[in-house]
């Protein structure tokens, strides 16, 4: 065996002299890791225990920070591989499951409203900040008039966005109104902040003949081509491949913009969403993907969703930049979007957001959360660590709010909604005709038959039709 060790480094030796290869073979430094210490070791066994109590912990595998690293002292040589130069080393060794210290959470203000020191953020005028305040309370507002109507019977369905309106503002106001956003569907804020009117909102729940979508979808499925905001589509994370293929256009047609989409804890569990960060990562896509990591996907817990450290830390396994962000501070939220969006478009790379946040409204108007959360819990994030709240803290401390001005605008935008839901009650639905049209330029003839077989029923059973249907 020897001998053969010996011949064998001859052998390289020489080829590397006479063929040049060097670029095969080279030494190269590592420096070490140490193993965990008994105090990390602790410390991780906590963090573990606190959100993956259902893990098995592996005796195989050895404890160390990370092997990228190796030791001053060992001569290690570098393989040429066609993934990359990598250097190796005789030692097996695993890379840890994770991390003993979770990402920590980029915050400004703390619970009290108050700027925590030495924070690093991008200020934001009185008019920005005013207006950010302003459109969060309303959106709590409208939040508050469509649920009601959907429990009156006069929507079918209906989601609120309690609880996650920093997310919703405070990202719509740090991006360009060029930038193409793909939603989830708990994103109404963005569109609110656009320019998207009560009015509209009203319509498309309703589904008249007003609505952009020519009542084709459920309530809440907004879209906007005058406002760059796709379509709410209800199948979960396909928007992230998408808004992988908006990015890289964008980036083709050299345009100053970026892809901006949505995603909510539970739907990094999709296949889609592995595929949108791979795919935009690869091509260097402009995109921003922003995670509102709300604790609940539906009535499924984080614990059961995953056992890495929440979302950020999937980023890096994409190569691609991340940050995690205290979803309930606007400020910080606005500062972290913004940033994003600055590398997004001028380095041409996407950027990972992890917003953490909470749902305190039930998942839709389908769902009963006190049925897999405790009352006591959904409350305290309501009252305690209300984002709308926190934020209107700040400003009013600014100087820049009172209590009069809260009184007229939640008075004001009640007023609107209350007319904008009776206008569109008012409004007859759209033909019929419109649920085959937009999708082939000329009606296929198994179209046509459809049409012609509805238009036979409608005639014939004209009682199971609402007042006003048209033919």
Excluded at 80 to 94: A, I, N
């Amino acid at each position: 065996m020897a001998i053969w060790f010996a011949r064998s480094r001859n052998i390289v030796s020489s080829l590397r002299h006479n063929l040049n290869l060097s670029g095969i073979l080279s030494k190269r430094d590592y420096s070490p890791r140490p193993a965990f210490t008994n105090s990390q070791l602790s410390s991780r066994s906590v963090f573990l225990d606190s959100i993956t109590s259902l893990r098995h912990e592996s005796t195989a595998v050895e404890k160390q920070h990370d092997l990228v690293q190796q030791s001053d002292e060992e001569d290690v040589q570098e393989l040429d591989f066609p993934g990359g130069k990598l250097g190796y080393t005789s030692e097996m060794k695993f890379i840890p499951e994770s991390s003993p210290k979770r990402v920590p959470c980029y915050r400004v203000l703390d619970e009290d409203g108050r700027i925590i020191s030495d924070s690093d953020f991008i200020p934001v005028s009185e008019q920005l900040a005013v207006r950010m305040y302003e459109q969060m309370a309303t959106l709590q507002v409208m939040d508050h008039i469509f649920y009601e109507a959907q429990r009156q019977g006069r929507i079918s369905f209906f989601i609120t966005t309690v609880g996650e309106e920093a997310v919703n503002i405070a990202s719509a106001a740090a991006l360009s109104p060029d930038d193409v956003v793909l939603p989830q569907y708990r994103e109404p804020g963005v569109l609110l902040w656009r320019g998207f009117t009560l009015q509209e909102f009203a319509n498309q729940c309703f589904g008249n003949k007003a609505d952009h979508g020519k009542g084709r979808q459920m309530p809440v499925h907004y879209g906007s081509n005058r406002y760059n905001y796709f379509t709410v589509s209800s199948p979960i994370a396909t928007q992230l491949p998408q808004a992988a293929g908006v990015g890289y256009s964008l980036k083709m047609e050299k345009k100053n913009a970026c892809a901006v989409t949505f995603i909510g804890d539970g739907g990094t569990s999709e296949g889609d969403f592995h595929a949108g960060l791979n795919f935009a990562a690869v091509m260097e896509a402009p995109v921003v993907f922003i995670c509102r990591n709300n604790g609940w996907a539906i009535s499924t817990h984080i614990s059961e969703q995953f056992r890495s450290d929440g979302i950020v830390v999937k980023g890096q396994a994409y190569g691609i930049r991340s940050i995690r962000v205290d979803g309930n501070d606007a400020l910080a939220v606005y500062s972290a979007v913004r940033s994003a969006r600055e590398m997004a478009v001028t380095e041409q790379r996407p950027v990972l957001i992890e917003a953490m946040t909470y749902r305190v409204g039930h998942h839709s108007t389908s769902d009963d959360s006190t049925k897999y959360r405790a009352a006591d819990e959904i409350q305290y994030w309501k009252m305690s660590r209300n984002p709308v709240n926190r934020f209107k803290k700040w400003v009013e401390d600014n100087g820049w709010w009172s209590e009069e001005d809260e009184s007229k605008l939640r008075s004001n935008a009640r007023k609107q909604l209350l007319q904008a839901i009776q206008a569109s009650e008012k409004w007859d639905k759209p033909p019929l005709t419109e649920l085959f049209s937009d999708v082939y330029d000329v009606k296929t003839k198994n179209l046509e038959e459809q049409e012609l077989g509805l238009r036979e029923l409608v005639e014939k059973q004209p009682q199971d039709y609402p007042p006003g249907f048209h033919i």
